[in-house]
């Protein structure tokens, strides 16, 4: 049996309409230009420096994965981040996520089982102590550390709330 160029025709047509549908779609990537907003190192090893450009000197190597940072701004590839301990300098894209972390800041803080703050404490992580952070709520963020998870005051951790 020969087949005819009616379902072909339906098959290009269909294709072109798909096509058609993908190209007047806006593309879902992030805005990066709306600086500020959260991030963390996606690499072993990220340099940070005084301005963006790679001729520019490196003020700092951080060797920590998932590190939380702040964008602030926004140039080209590059984007001016501002660490948990205060410190500013240029990064390049390529080496930021928008993969939510947090860091535990102050003292030691209960992590506890449920997300309202009440519930039992689970474990009580240290300052300096990383996780991933999720959604937070009521002043209270979900929290895994290491597969440990729990939920954590918002005003613990550094990389909570608006940027």
């Known amino acids: 049996m020969i087949p005819t160029r009616a ?5 290009v047509t269909a294709l072109a309409g ?3 549908l993908a ?3 806006p593309a879902r990537a992030a805005d990066d230009s709306a600086a500020p907003y ?10 940070m420096r005084v301005g963006p450009g790679r001729e520019y000197r490196i003020n700092w190597v951080y060797v920590r994965k998932g590190l939380p940072v702040k964008v602030l701004r926004v140039m080209g590839g590059w984007r001016l981040v501002q660490d948990p301990d205060g410190a500013r300098g240029w990064m390049l894209a390529q080496f930021l996520s928008r ?8 003292s030691v803080t209960p992590i506890r ?3 309202n703050g009440g519930g039992a404490v689970l474990w009580r992580a ?3 102590v990383q996780g991933a952070l999720g959604d937070c709520r009521d002043g209270w ?11 954590v005051a918002q005003d613990a951790v550094w990389g909570a709330g608006t940027p």
Do not use: E
């Open 7 to 11: 379902p072909l025709r339906r098959i």
């Open 18 to 20: 798909g096509i058609v």
């Open 23 to 25: 190209a007047s779609t």
């Open 38 to 47: 959260w991030a963390s190192l996606s690499k072993d090893q990220t340099n």
């Open 99 to 106: 993969a939510r972390s947090g860091l535990v800041k102050g």
């Open 113 to 115: 089982a449920d997300a």
């Open 126 to 128: 240290a300052p300096g």
């Open 141 to 151: 963020c979900a929290f895994d550390i290491g597969g440990r998870k729990g939920f």
